[in-house]
């Protein structure tokens, strides 16, 4: 057996899925996707910590002088309630099917 870690919102006992496409802090409680799996659950706890700081965006630009730079953009996002989350185990094993 190997044991995980996962960010559930405990309302709805949904689990935080992985991100598809863009940023961790794209996904929501809901979304389609398999849950986002942790080996530690300082990874999940600080992963939570900033899911629940807001939707980040991140745009490249290239400037006058021909460098490039980022412009970082942070949404808050006042449903993610730190008290409504929490980081439980997950238990996977692997077997074979008999019969």
Request: proline share 8%; net charge negative; charged share 25%.
């Amino acid at each position: 057996m190997h044991e995980f870690y996962a960010i559930q919102h405990t309302p709805t006992k949904q689990l935080l899925p992985s991100p598809s496409g863009r940023g961790s802090s794209h996904v929501e409680f809901g979304d389609p996707g398999i849950p986002r799996l942790f080996r530690e659950k300082r990874h999940a706890k600080s992963a939570l910590t900033y899911w629940l700081r807001g939707l980040v965006t991140v745009n490249a630009y290239q400037r006058m002088d021909g460098d490039w730079d980022e412009d970082w953009r942070l949404e808050p996002k006042p449903h993610r309630i730190e008290a409504d989350c929490e980081v439980v185990p997950i238990t996977i094993s692997v077997g074979t099917e008999t019969g």
